[in-house]
């Protein structure tokens, strides 16, 4: 299965009859926790208008340069074009998500099933591409995904586009070795339970179907699922995913004082609280800073089954959330840690080793695992870098995200600093970020 994958990439990559294959094949080719947002989103705050950015973080990939604006045009073209086959509303409205049937709620699969994903803005800037989307909430962040993968993947065949036949049958092969090696070491890590979460800056689509299969095969049940739901269908997998920084950043917009600004990340949580349970009641804690949230959320929380890490030192924030747990009478063995941010196999083993029967520990393994070129170009032409597309507008207001970790950091200036004082952030330790 998985040798027979190998020349159909590098041959597709090569055979230029391929380029007009679709970045984005469906409207499922998302995150699994895009689309529980969208449902709690559609359900409380349709009516939000929102404006969602692309923002590359790695200004020295100027991406203007390498990607035809023609070729980026044809391939948004496209995603505006999709809608849900009978197969994936079957899927959505009948399969069983976390232990639970029809996750999905009747009215907003139909709203799904009609759906036709709004216009973009796209323009040239200083050696980057301005690519924005406008209008209602729960259809615009249903872009933030498939724009990603378009870009990075664009990106990917700009550089590869210049390499012949053997040289691309030789660099997926050096991939693949390379990632079968991680597999390898991640075969001795006792009680391990890790999950694909590398849809957005993935290589291409092709190759994160195959760092899936790799994963299944080689780690069996330690491999407990993939975020992409259009794989987790066709590879019969767990579709695994809970919630983002997106919900706190856009109820906090829309706060009218700073009262109202303190629990927005708060009013997340409990509109969540009312539709899920549960495996899927994982708190994200790191919008507005980990230390000020634990310290100011109410008890019920603490009831939840675990904590997503996503910026700062992560052994620190599991240490602050065992910490937080223990000061509200639960037990932390019973707790859910989920590592999330710039892992790589080193980093897993350590963090396992370190919480292993301490709590519940899983890993949603991202860019290294779908992205990792890093050594197989002479140039560093295909090492992974950092592009996000974010809310960056909530009724004409800005968002803010401060992070655990400064450099994740955005927001007007101005409304950084409410942010901090609002939120009560004290020193923050840069981290350089990798991904």
């Known amino acids: 299965m998985l040798g027979g994958q190998s020349l159909d990439i590098a041959t597709r990559v090569w055979n230029h009859k391929w380029r007009i294959d679709p970045i984005v094949r469906s409207l499922i080719d998302t995150d699994f926790y895009k689309l529980l947002m969208c449902q709690s989103v559609f359900r409380n705050r349709r009516d939000t208008d929102v404006t969602f950015s692309l923002i590359n973080r790695s200004t020295s990939i100027r991406l203007a340069d390498l990607i035809d604006e023609g070729e980026l045009r044809e391939q948004l073209d496209h995603?505006?074009?999709?809608?849900?086959?009978?197969?994936?509303?079957?899927?959505?409205?009948?399969?069983?998500?976390?232990?639970?049937?029809?996750?999905?709620?009747?009215?907003?699969?139909?709203?799904?099933?009609?759906?036709?994903?709004?216009?973009?803005?796209?323009e040239k800037r200083d050696g980057q591409y301005e690519l924005t989307f406008k209008g209602s909430w729960p259809e615009v962040m249903l872009w933030e995904i498939p724009a990603l993968a378009v870009l990075m993947e664009l990106r990917s065949r700009a550089v590869l586009k210049h390499m012949g036949r053997f040289e691309l049958q030789v660099l997926y092969a050096r991939a693949m070795t390379k990632l079968?090696?991680?597999?390898?070491?991640?075969?001795?890590?006792?009680?391990?339970?890790?999950?694909?979460?590398?849809?957005?800056?993935?290589h291409g689509f092709l190759w994160q179907d195959w760092c899936v299969q790799a994963m299944l095969e080689g780690l069996g049940d330690k491999f407990v699922g993939t975020s992409n739901c259009l794989i987790a269908k066709n590879r019969d997998l767990e579709a695994i995913g809970t919630n983002a920084h997106e919900l706190p950043m856009v109820y906090a917009a829309l706060a009218e004082t700073d009262e109202a600004l303190a629990r927005a990340p708060y009013d997340v949580l409990a509109d969540w609280h009312d539709e899920h349970d549960g495996n899927l009641r994982i708190i994200l804690p790191d919008t507005y800073g980990t230390e000020g949230f634990l310290a100011h959320a109410p008890d019920w929380l603490a009831k939840w089954t675990g904590i997503r890490i996503d910026s700062g030192d992560p052994a620190n924030g599991a240490e602050a959330a065992i910490a937080w747990w223990r000061s509200r009478g639960e037990d932390p063995a019973e707790k859910l840690i989920i590592f999330s941010d710039g892992l790589d196999v080193d980093t897993i083993q350590q963090l396992q080793s370190q919480f292993r029967g301490r709590v519940r520990v899983s890993f949603g393994w991202g860019t290294n695992l779908t992205n990792d070129f890093r050594g197989l170009t002479q140039d560093g032409s295909l090492d992974a870098f950092s592009l996000v597309c974010k809310a960056i507008k909530a009724n004409g207001r800005p968002t803010v995200?401060?992070?655990?970790?400064?450099?994740?950091?955005?927001?007007?200036?101005?409304?950084?600093?409410?942010?901090?004082?609002?939120?009560?952030v004290g020193h923050q330790e840069r981290i350089d970020l990798q991904v």
């Open 180 to 202: 079968w090696e991680k597999v390898e070491k991640l075969r001795t890590v006792d009680d391990l339970r890790i999950a694909d979460f590398g849809t957005r800056r993935r």
């Open 79 to 122: 995603i505006r074009s999709l809608k849900l086959s009978r197969g994936e509303s079957t899927w959505l409205r009948g399969n069983t998500f976390y232990g639970k049937r029809q996750m999905f709620r009747s009215d907003f699969m139909e709203w799904f099933e009609a759906l036709r994903l709004p216009d973009y803005h796209l």
């Open 401 to 424: 995200k401060l992070s655990d970790n400064p450099n994740k950091a955005m927001g007007p200036a101005q409304q950084i600093e409410r942010y901090k004082r609002v939120f009560q």
